[in-house]
């Protein structure tokens, strides 16, 4: 069983780091995280975000990945 475990962590690190470098790479695109949809407030001192669209979006192409990853 440990070698299973150890595996799997591997890989759920590299997919956290190849993760990371893709937010990191498209941080710079103006459209991630601005989609129609996502819920913008701003009133004085207070920030409120909600990436609606963009998390819908995310989990889609995940999924899609994920799914053509496991055949």
Same mark, same amino acid.
């Given at each position: 069983?440990? $070698?299973?475990?150890?595996?799997?962590?591997?890989?759920?690190?590299?997919?956290?780091?190849?993760?990371?470098?893709?937010?990191?790479?498209?941080? =710079?695109? $103006?459209?991630?995280?601005?989609? &129609?949809?996502?819920? *913008?407030?701003?009133?004085?001192?207070?920030?409120? *975000?909600? &990436?609606?669209?963009?998390?819908?979006?995310? =989990?889609?192409?995940? =999924?899609?990945?994920?799914?053509?990853?496991?055949?």
């Amino acid at each position: 069983m440990a $070698p299973q475990l150890g595996k799997a962590l591997i890989l759920m690190g590299l997919v956290l780091v190849v993760m990371g470098a893709a937010v990191w790479a498209l941080g =710079s695109v $103006p459209m991630i995280g601005r989609l &129609p949809g996502d819920i *913008y407030m701003r009133r004085g001192n207070l920030t409120i *975000y909600f &990436p609606i669209t963009t998390a819908i979006v995310v =989990s889609v192409i995940l =999924s899609l990945l994920l799914a053509l990853l496991r055949r």
